[in-house]
Nanobody, 115 residues
Framework: QVQLVEFGGGLVQPGGSLTLSCSGS????????MCWYRQASGKQRELVAT???????KYVDSVKGRFTISRDNAKRMVYLQMNSLKPEDTAVYYC?????????WGQGTLVTVSS
């Protein structure tokens, strides 16, 4: 099963930008649908963005126009470019890899949007 490691989180001011990265271990990385989720304190985990193995991209409404998901299968990487960040974007962000009925998760990286 693929193992995932996220990095790139941190503290950013409102209106700022941050790029999250997720590295995958599997040589078959390209077969996975890759997702970014987030979980704010006291709230349920929320699906933020998906990039399917075929390239189809979806976003939750609250990040449309601000976040961009991308992947580089040769490097086994998936990215989340986040612009115009808001305090409500503060959360632990998780990368996941889905294939058929299986799903693997990273450990998460904290993004804090605050002045």
């Amino acid at each position: 099963q693929v193992q995932l490691v996220e990095f790139g989180g941190g503290l950013v001011q409102p209106g700022g930008s941050l790029t999250l990265s997720c590295s995958g271990s599997a040589s078959t990385f390209s077969i996975y649908d890759m997702c970014w989720y987030r979980q704010a304190s006291g709230k349920q985990r929320e699906l933020v963005a998906t990039i399917a193995r075929g390239g189809t991209i979806k976003y939750v409404d609250s990040v449309k126009g601000r976040f961009t998901i991308s992947r580089d299968n040769a490097k086994r990487m998936v990215y989340l470019q986040m612009n115009s960040l808001k305090p409500e974007d503060t959360a632990v962000y998780y990368c996941s890899a889905k294939y058929l009925t299986s799903e693997a998760w990273g450990q998460g990286t904290l993004v804090t949007v605050s002045s």
